[in-house]
Protein backbone atom coordinates (compact mmCIF):
# COMPACT_ATOMS: atom_id res chain seq x y z
CA UNK A 1 0.00 0.00 0.00
CA UNK A 2 1.12 2.90 -1.31
CA UNK A 3 1.22 6.46 1.60
CA UNK A 4 -1.63 8.65 0.80
CA UNK A 5 -3.81 11.47 2.78
CA UNK A 6 -7.58 11.17 3.88
CA UNK A 7 -9.88 13.81 4.78
CA UNK A 8 -14.11 13.98 5.21
CA UNK A 9 -15.77 16.08 2.93
CA UNK A 10 -17.72 18.53 4.59
CA UNK A 11 -20.03 19.19 2.21
CA UNK A 12 -20.02 18.64 -1.51
CA UNK A 13 -18.86 21.55 -3.35
CA UNK A 14 -15.80 21.35 -1.06
CA UNK A 15 -15.21 17.72 -1.89
CA UNK A 16 -15.61 18.48 -5.86
CA UNK A 17 -13.00 21.64 -5.49
CA UNK A 18 -10.50 19.36 -3.61
CA UNK A 19 -10.14 16.73 -6.46
CA UNK A 20 -10.31 19.08 -8.71
CA UNK A 21 -7.18 20.66 -7.69
CA UNK A 22 -5.22 17.90 -6.67
CA UNK A 23 -4.88 15.51 -9.71
CA UNK A 24 -3.65 12.54 -7.17
CA UNK A 25 -6.76 12.96 -5.35
CA UNK A 26 -9.96 10.13 -5.06
CA UNK A 27 -13.11 10.42 -4.12
CA UNK A 28 -13.59 7.69 -1.76
CA UNK A 29 -17.61 6.35 -0.84
CA UNK A 30 -18.18 2.68 -0.44
CA UNK A 31 -14.38 1.73 -1.22
CA UNK A 32 -15.55 -1.49 -2.52
CA UNK A 33 -13.62 -1.51 -5.91
CA UNK A 34 -11.03 1.54 -5.32
CA UNK A 35 -10.09 -0.56 -1.96
CA UNK A 36 -9.29 -3.08 -3.80
CA UNK A 37 -7.18 -1.44 -6.64
CA UNK A 38 -5.06 0.11 -4.48
CA UNK A 39 -4.09 -2.90 -2.44
CA UNK A 40 -3.28 -4.52 -6.25
CA UNK A 41 -1.02 -1.29 -6.58
CA UNK A 42 -3.14 -0.36 -9.65
CA UNK A 43 -4.74 2.56 -8.40
CA UNK A 44 -2.34 5.03 -6.61
CA UNK A 45 -4.26 8.17 -5.26
CA UNK A 46 -2.02 10.01 -3.46
CA UNK A 47 -5.20 11.87 -1.35
CA UNK A 48 -8.76 10.13 -0.60
CA UNK A 49 -11.71 12.85 -0.34
CA UNK A 50 -14.57 10.60 1.86
CA UNK A 51 -17.88 11.21 0.57
CA UNK A 52 -19.65 8.73 1.60
CA UNK A 53 -21.27 10.22 4.79
CA UNK A 54 -22.75 13.26 2.47
CA UNK A 55 -26.46 13.85 2.51
CA UNK A 56 -26.63 12.13 -0.65
CA UNK A 57 -28.53 8.64 0.60
CA UNK A 58 -32.14 8.92 0.05
CA UNK A 59 -34.81 8.19 -2.69
CA UNK A 60 -37.91 11.01 -3.77
CA UNK A 61 -40.47 10.67 -5.74
CA UNK A 62 -39.99 13.54 -8.75
CA UNK A 63 -42.43 13.87 -11.77
CA UNK A 64 -43.37 10.35 -12.14
CA UNK A 65 -40.14 8.58 -11.30
CA UNK A 66 -37.25 8.62 -8.65
CA UNK A 67 -34.55 10.63 -7.67
CA UNK A 68 -31.76 8.90 -5.77
CA UNK A 69 -28.95 10.03 -3.65
CA UNK A 70 -25.48 8.77 -5.31
CA UNK A 71 -24.24 7.92 -1.90
CA UNK A 72 -27.71 5.37 -1.60
CA UNK A 73 -25.97 1.73 -1.16
CA UNK A 74 -27.17 -1.23 -3.42
CA UNK A 75 -29.03 -3.12 -0.45
CA UNK A 76 -30.98 -0.56 0.41
CA UNK A 77 -32.17 0.71 -3.18
CA UNK A 78 -32.80 -2.77 -3.87
CA UNK A 79 -34.95 -3.40 -0.92
CA UNK A 80 -36.94 0.04 -1.72
CA UNK A 81 -40.49 0.09 -2.23
CA UNK A 82 -40.90 2.06 -4.68
CA UNK A 83 -37.93 1.03 -6.37
CA UNK A 84 -39.12 -2.56 -6.33
CA UNK A 85 -42.94 -1.59 -7.47
CA UNK A 86 -41.35 0.56 -10.41
CA UNK A 87 -38.18 -0.31 -11.58
CA UNK A 88 -38.41 -4.71 -11.17
CA UNK A 89 -35.24 -4.65 -13.74
CA UNK A 90 -32.85 -2.30 -11.32
CA UNK A 91 -34.05 -4.64 -8.89
CA UNK A 92 -33.46 -8.10 -10.60
CA UNK A 93 -29.76 -6.19 -11.73
CA UNK A 94 -28.74 -5.30 -8.25
CA UNK A 95 -29.54 -8.47 -6.79
CA UNK A 96 -27.03 -10.06 -9.66
CA UNK A 97 -24.38 -7.91 -8.45
CA UNK A 98 -21.57 -8.74 -6.60
CA UNK A 99 -22.24 -10.51 -2.84
CA UNK A 100 -24.20 -9.44 -0.16
CA UNK A 101 -21.90 -7.77 1.95
CA UNK A 102 -20.42 -6.16 -0.74
CA UNK A 103 -23.88 -5.07 -1.67
CA UNK A 104 -24.37 -3.32 1.95
CA UNK A 105 -21.16 -1.06 0.88
CA UNK A 106 -21.48 -0.62 -2.64
CA UNK A 107 -22.97 3.01 -3.59
CA UNK A 108 -25.17 4.04 -6.67
CA UNK A 109 -22.17 6.43 -8.03
CA UNK A 110 -19.46 4.11 -7.27
CA UNK A 111 -21.47 1.09 -8.86
CA UNK A 112 -21.25 3.55 -11.87
CA UNK A 113 -17.64 3.87 -11.92
CA UNK A 114 -16.34 0.88 -11.03
CA UNK A 115 -13.48 -0.20 -13.64
CA UNK A 116 -13.25 -3.02 -15.73
CA UNK A 117 -12.75 -6.83 -14.74
CA UNK A 118 -10.24 -7.91 -17.54
CA UNK A 119 -7.17 -9.91 -16.25
CA UNK A 120 -5.11 -8.49 -17.64
CA UNK A 121 -6.17 -5.02 -16.35
CA UNK A 122 -5.40 -6.94 -12.44
CA UNK A 123 -2.25 -8.59 -13.45
CA UNK A 124 0.29 -5.16 -13.16
CA UNK A 125 2.75 -7.89 -14.89
CA UNK A 126 1.09 -7.34 -18.14
CA UNK A 127 0.94 -4.40 -20.48
CA UNK A 128 -2.77 -2.31 -20.04
CA UNK A 129 -3.23 0.58 -21.88
CA UNK A 130 -5.89 1.35 -19.00
CA UNK A 131 -3.17 0.94 -16.35
CA UNK A 132 -0.23 2.81 -18.47
CA UNK A 133 -1.41 4.26 -21.35
CA UNK A 134 0.81 3.50 -24.54
CA UNK A 135 2.30 -0.05 -22.98
CA UNK A 136 -0.47 -2.29 -25.16
CA UNK A 137 -2.82 -4.63 -24.62
CA UNK A 138 -2.28 -7.93 -23.09
CA UNK A 139 -5.62 -9.71 -23.75
CA UNK A 140 -5.37 -8.63 -28.03
CA UNK A 141 -3.64 -11.54 -28.02
CA UNK A 142 -3.77 -13.45 -24.32
CA UNK A 143 -6.53 -15.92 -23.40
CA UNK A 144 -9.91 -14.18 -24.19
CA UNK A 145 -12.47 -14.77 -21.79
CA UNK A 146 -16.00 -13.45 -20.17
CA UNK A 147 -14.61 -9.52 -20.06
CA UNK A 148 -13.77 -9.42 -23.62
CA UNK A 149 -15.64 -6.81 -25.48
CA UNK A 150 -18.02 -7.84 -28.79
CA UNK A 151 -19.13 -4.17 -29.45
CA UNK A 152 -17.07 -1.02 -29.44
CA UNK A 153 -13.82 -2.46 -28.92
CA UNK A 154 -10.34 -0.73 -30.42
CA UNK A 155 -6.83 -2.24 -30.58
CA UNK A 156 -6.13 -0.51 -27.42
CA UNK A 157 -8.85 -2.26 -25.60
CA UNK A 158 -10.96 -5.24 -25.91
CA UNK A 159 -12.20 -4.60 -22.26
CA UNK A 160 -16.21 -4.80 -21.03
CA UNK A 161 -17.83 -2.95 -18.19
CA UNK A 162 -18.41 -4.56 -15.14
CA UNK A 163 -21.73 -2.80 -13.73
CA UNK A 164 -24.91 -4.84 -13.47
CA UNK A 165 -26.74 -1.74 -12.37
CA UNK A 166 -25.92 0.50 -15.00
CA UNK A 167 -27.37 -2.08 -17.48
CA UNK A 168 -30.71 -1.68 -15.98
CA UNK A 169 -30.15 2.43 -16.08
CA UNK A 170 -29.45 2.52 -19.44
CA UNK A 171 -32.53 0.38 -20.33
CA UNK A 172 -34.61 2.87 -17.90
CA UNK A 173 -33.42 5.91 -19.82
CA UNK A 174 -31.96 7.05 -16.47
CA UNK A 175 -29.75 10.16 -16.00
CA UNK A 176 -27.01 11.19 -13.34
CA UNK A 177 -27.01 14.75 -11.97
CA UNK A 178 -23.73 16.01 -10.70
CA UNK A 179 -21.93 18.68 -9.15
CA UNK A 180 -19.09 20.00 -10.74
CA UNK A 181 -16.26 22.13 -9.65
CA UNK A 182 -17.72 25.55 -10.96
CA UNK A 183 -20.06 24.49 -7.96
CA UNK A 184 -23.01 24.30 -10.67
CA UNK A 185 -24.95 21.05 -11.37
CA UNK A 186 -25.22 19.19 -14.94
CA UNK A 187 -27.47 16.07 -15.93
CA UNK A 188 -25.75 13.21 -18.56
CA UNK A 189 -27.51 10.47 -19.84
CA UNK A 190 -26.24 7.10 -18.18
CA UNK A 191 -26.28 5.60 -21.60
CA UNK A 192 -23.78 8.85 -22.40
CA UNK A 193 -21.98 8.56 -19.28
CA UNK A 194 -19.05 6.11 -19.85
CA UNK A 195 -16.90 6.25 -23.15
CA UNK A 196 -15.54 3.61 -25.93
CA UNK A 197 -12.05 3.27 -25.27
CA UNK A 198 -10.36 4.28 -28.76
CA UNK A 199 -7.28 5.36 -28.67
CA UNK A 200 -7.47 6.34 -25.20
CA UNK A 201 -9.19 3.78 -22.65
CA UNK A 202 -7.73 5.22 -19.59
CA UNK A 203 -10.10 7.79 -20.16
CA UNK A 204 -13.36 6.10 -19.11
CA UNK A 205 -16.28 8.46 -18.81
CA UNK A 206 -17.32 12.00 -20.06
CA UNK A 207 -16.85 13.42 -16.05
CA UNK A 208 -14.96 16.11 -15.99
CA UNK A 209 -11.85 15.85 -13.09
CA UNK A 210 -13.58 16.47 -9.78
CA UNK A 211 -17.05 16.10 -11.42
CA UNK A 212 -19.07 14.25 -8.36
CA UNK A 213 -22.32 12.00 -9.31
CA UNK A 214 -24.73 12.97 -6.81
CA UNK A 215 -28.06 11.34 -7.75
CA UNK A 216 -29.29 8.79 -10.44
CA UNK A 217 -32.39 10.30 -12.19
CA UNK A 218 -35.53 7.69 -12.93
CA UNK A 219 -37.97 8.81 -15.61
CA UNK A 220 -41.64 7.16 -15.15
CA UNK A 221 -41.34 3.53 -15.89
CA UNK A 222 -42.08 2.32 -19.42
CA UNK A 223 -45.05 0.43 -20.20
CA UNK A 224 -44.40 -3.30 -20.74
CA UNK A 225 -42.76 -5.96 -18.66
CA UNK A 226 -38.99 -5.69 -17.00
CA UNK A 227 -36.62 -8.68 -17.07
CA UNK A 228 -32.68 -8.60 -16.11
CA UNK A 229 -30.77 -11.76 -16.99
CA UNK A 230 -26.99 -12.08 -16.23
CA UNK A 231 -25.30 -15.32 -16.87
CA UNK A 232 -21.75 -15.88 -14.95
CA UNK A 233 -19.02 -18.39 -13.82
CA UNK A 234 -20.61 -18.55 -10.35
CA UNK A 235 -23.61 -17.30 -8.52
CA UNK A 236 -22.57 -14.84 -6.26
CA UNK A 237 -19.21 -11.96 -6.04
CA UNK A 238 -18.97 -12.90 -9.67
CA UNK A 239 -18.74 -10.32 -12.83
CA UNK A 240 -20.98 -11.08 -15.54
CA UNK A 241 -20.00 -13.01 -18.92
CA UNK A 242 -23.50 -11.48 -20.27
CA UNK A 243 -26.32 -9.74 -19.66
CA UNK A 244 -29.39 -8.71 -20.62
CA UNK A 245 -31.77 -5.52 -19.49
CA UNK A 246 -35.34 -5.35 -21.10
CA UNK A 247 -38.06 -2.84 -20.28
CA UNK A 248 -40.93 -2.91 -22.69
CA UNK A 249 -39.51 -2.29 -26.47
CA UNK A 250 -35.75 -1.14 -24.93
CA UNK A 251 -33.35 -3.51 -24.19
CA UNK A 252 -29.31 -3.28 -23.59
CA UNK A 253 -26.43 -5.75 -23.08
CA UNK A 254 -24.09 -5.99 -20.14
CA UNK A 255 -20.38 -6.98 -20.17
CA UNK A 256 -20.18 -6.52 -24.37
CA UNK A 257 -19.09 -3.52 -24.62
CA UNK A 258 -16.63 -0.92 -22.72
CA UNK A 259 -20.11 1.01 -21.44
CA UNK A 260 -23.49 -0.56 -21.40
CA UNK A 261 -24.50 -1.83 -24.52
CA UNK A 262 -28.27 0.06 -25.52
CA UNK A 263 -29.52 -2.48 -28.50
CA UNK A 264 -30.80 -0.44 -31.24
CA UNK A 265 -30.70 -2.71 -33.63
CA UNK A 266 -32.96 -4.69 -31.42
CA UNK A 267 -35.56 -2.62 -30.64
CA UNK A 268 -35.64 -1.48 -34.40
CA UNK A 269 -36.30 -5.07 -35.64
CA UNK A 270 -39.12 -5.77 -32.44
CA UNK A 271 -41.07 -2.58 -33.64
CA UNK A 272 -40.38 -3.90 -37.00
CA UNK A 273 -42.53 -6.99 -36.12
CA UNK A 274 -39.18 -9.49 -36.38
CA UNK A 275 -39.01 -12.62 -33.51
CA UNK A 276 -36.80 -12.06 -30.66
CA UNK A 277 -34.12 -14.39 -32.06
CA UNK A 278 -34.24 -12.02 -35.04
CA UNK A 279 -34.01 -9.11 -33.36
CA UNK A 280 -31.09 -10.59 -31.56
CA UNK A 281 -29.06 -11.17 -34.96
CA UNK A 282 -29.90 -8.31 -35.75
CA UNK A 283 -28.04 -6.88 -33.08
CA UNK A 284 -25.25 -9.74 -33.39
CA UNK A 285 -24.32 -9.09 -36.91
CA UNK A 286 -22.86 -5.98 -35.79
CA UNK A 287 -20.67 -7.35 -33.20
CA UNK A 288 -16.34 -7.27 -33.63
CA UNK A 289 -16.05 -11.25 -34.74
CA UNK A 290 -12.86 -13.26 -34.06
CA UNK A 291 -12.19 -16.80 -33.34
CA UNK A 292 -11.95 -16.29 -29.70
CA UNK A 293 -15.34 -14.50 -29.18
CA UNK A 294 -17.86 -16.41 -30.89
CA UNK A 295 -19.32 -18.70 -27.82
CA UNK A 296 -19.71 -15.09 -26.46
CA UNK A 297 -21.50 -13.84 -29.16
CA UNK A 298 -23.94 -16.99 -29.31
CA UNK A 299 -24.35 -17.07 -25.66
CA UNK A 300 -25.67 -13.24 -26.07
CA UNK A 301 -27.96 -14.35 -28.88
CA UNK A 302 -29.71 -16.97 -26.74
CA UNK A 303 -29.87 -14.85 -23.34
CA UNK A 304 -30.94 -11.90 -25.25
CA UNK A 305 -33.63 -14.03 -26.76
CA UNK A 306 -35.32 -16.03 -23.66
CA UNK A 307 -34.88 -12.42 -22.28
CA UNK A 308 -37.36 -10.66 -24.36
CA UNK A 309 -39.68 -13.51 -24.51
CA UNK A 310 -39.88 -13.56 -20.92
CA UNK A 311 -40.72 -10.15 -20.90
CA UNK A 312 -43.51 -10.43 -22.53
CA UNK A 313 -45.19 -12.43 -19.75
CA UNK A 314 -43.89 -10.33 -16.94
CA UNK A 315 -45.99 -8.04 -15.60
CA UNK A 316 -45.81 -4.16 -16.31
CA UNK A 317 -44.21 -1.64 -13.68
Not at 64 to 92: F, I, Q
Not at 253 to 264: F, N, Q, Y
Not at 280 to 293: F, G, Q, V, Y
Amino acid sequence: MRPFTYERAADALSAVKAVAENPGAKFLAGGTNLLDLMKLDIERPTHLVDVGRLPFAGVEEVNGGLRVGGAMVNSKLAAHPRVRELYPVLVRALVSGASGQLRNKATTAGNLLQRTRCAYFYDTTKPCNKRQPGSGCSALEGVHGSHDAIFGASKACIASHPSDMAVALTVLGASVETLTPSGASRTLAVQDLHRLPGDTPQVETDLAPGELITAVLLPPPPEGGQVYRKVRGRASYAHGIASVAVAGGRVALGAVAHKPWRAAHIEDALAAGASAVEAAEAELSKADRSDRNALKIALVGRLAAAAIEESKTRRTA
